[in-house]
């Protein structure tokens, strides 16, 4: 249904971009009223998507706690535990809780970021920093929400918090090698290099770092680089 519905509103905009050059001025008009009730059906849709996914995360995160729980509790031989919704929620690997308030904002920033609108998606990541200065979750989110948009500058400044902040590997493996993409967009590949290796040793299973290493070995004057965007989907 929605496959259909889309692919009939691109059809009307194709119609529309090929036609509105060579257009009067009341066609004009009809046009843009067109393309402004295409972006209103589009805006509902991403807000009814991101409600759907804010649901849906909320519900398996609550399915994952009673499993656990479950097994907790029979490990220790203790009496079933009651476990009810609770009021905050688990930010990062250090178990760091926060408001459900918050939590709703980082799941609706991970919304947009899946939907590839970062600049929304920086928005809402970086609400959740300043509520939550600690929370690394957000801040990894943060950081590559800006390397997708080349901010480069902010990106480092958020790579370089987090490895501060965080004692989890895989994170501090791909604020190391985000950081060495950094270095190697500046052309500074020598120190790229330095930080692709130290994100290895830190989590050798993260494949980024080699792939970018190698790419800086071998072909420097045509950079393929990876950041580890992608590993953000199991989180």
Same mark, same amino acid.
């Given at each position: ?117 970062? !600049? @929304? &998606?920086?928005?809402? #990541?970086?609400? %959740?920093?300043?509520?939550? *200065? ?7 989110? =943060? ?46 590949? !020598? @120190? &790229?290099?330095?930080? #692709?290796?130290? %994100?290895?040793?830190?989590? *050798? ?7 970018? =290493? ?22």
């Amino acid at each position: 249904m929605f496959q259909h519905m889309f692919s009939s509103m691109n059809d009307m905009l194709d119609q529309i971009i090929e036609q509105y050059n060579g257009a009067g001025e009341q066609e004009k008009k009809l046009y843009e009223l067109q393309m402004k009730e295409l972006k209103g059906v589009s805006d509902t849709f991403i807000e009814q998507w991101l409600e759907f996914e804010e649901k849906f995360t909320d519900f398996k995160d609550q399915q994952n706690v009673l499993a656990e729980a479950a097994v907790n509790a029979k490990e220790v031989k203790k009496q079933p535990l009651m476990v009810h919704a609770a009021s905050v929620s688990t930010c990062n690997i250090s178990d760091l809780e926060i408001t459900d308030e918050l939590a709703a904002i980082i799941s609706k920033g991970q919304g947009y970021y899946k939907l590839f609108m970062f !600049a @929304q &998606a920086a928005s809402q #990541f970086q609400m %959740a920093v300043n509520e939550a *200065p600690e929370c690394n979750l957000a801040r990894l989110f =943060l950081g590559m929400t800006y390397m997708h948009l080349q901010n480069w500058n902010e990106a480092q400044r958020h790579f370089q918090l987090l490895i501060a902040l965080t004692d989890f590997p895989k994170w501090l493996a791909m604020g190391y090698n985000a950081l060495g993409c950094i270095q190697a967009v500046h052309t500074n590949l !020598a @120190q &790229a290099e330095k930080l #692709f290796i130290k %994100a290895h040793e830190i989590y *050798p299973s993260f494949k980024d770092p080699v792939s970018n =290493l190698k790419s800086c070995q071998e072909t420097p004057k045509h950079l393929s680089l990876y950041f580890g965007s992608t590993e953000l989907c199991c989180l």
